[in-house]
């Protein structure tokens, strides 16, 4: 059976006579906790606000699905064979349509230096799947794991598309490179967007 980290309970009885549950959250004490939450929501506002306003081109661009890749495998521990296998066929099938999808990326130059913005509703996506099940580690335990199954399965899909995605931008982003050149509606778009 697999343990939550705040699986940890204390039940007593008070002056009202009715029973009480405390969750208290094994190796953590509850300022820690909000620390973690407040550090954590810190880190989604800057990744949210990065994805936003653009962010530098390079060949590390792959840095971040290599990433989200290792935390999926942090994942896969409390599922079963099965649905391992289902989460990561749903990732190798998502890339051909995040490829789709993500067919004119927007590119600017800023400082002489190019920039791309990448798809907000994909970060929102993984980021809100992300959220659910750091939640349901953290605040549940439960031997029922389809819970975690189908929130996982859902961030190995969203990994799929942003896989696809950085490789429309990697080609592209590469021909600006050699080329120097933007599609014109990129530029409008992205002087468009910095306007606002």
Not at 16 to 30: D, K, L, R, T, Y
Request: with cysteine; charged share 20%; glycine share 6%.
């Amino acid at each position: 059976m697999r343990k939550s980290v705040c699986e940890q309970r204390t039940i007593y009885y008070d002056d009202i006579n009715h029973w009480e549950v405390a969750a208290a959250p094994s190796g953590f004490s509850q300022d820690e906790l909000y620390e973690f939450l407040i550090i954590f929501a810190l880190i989604i506002i800057l990744r949210i606000r990065r994805t936003i306003n653009g962010q530098r081109f390079s060949n590390r661009i792959f840095s971040l699905p290599i990433l989200y890749a290792i935390i999926m495998i942090f994942f896969f521990v409390y599922l079963t064979g099965l649905q391992i296998a289902i989460s990561v066929i749903l990732a190798i099938v998502a890339i051909p349509l995040g490829l789709r999808i993500s067919e004119n990326p927007e590119f600017f130059y800023r400082n002489q230096i190019l920039y791309f913005k990448r798809s907000v509703l994909l970060t929102i996506i993984w980021l809100g799947g992300f959220i659910i099940r750091i939640f349901f580690e953290l605040f549940y335990s439960t031997t029922n794991n389809l819970a975690d199954f189908i929130i996982t399965a859902l961030l190995a899909f969203t990994l799929g598309l942003i896989i696809g995605e950085r490789v429309v931008i990697y080609r592209k982003g590469n021909i600006i490179l050699r080329t120097g050149k933007i599609e014109e509606k990129d530029e409008f778009q992205a002087s468009a967007i910095d306007e606002i």
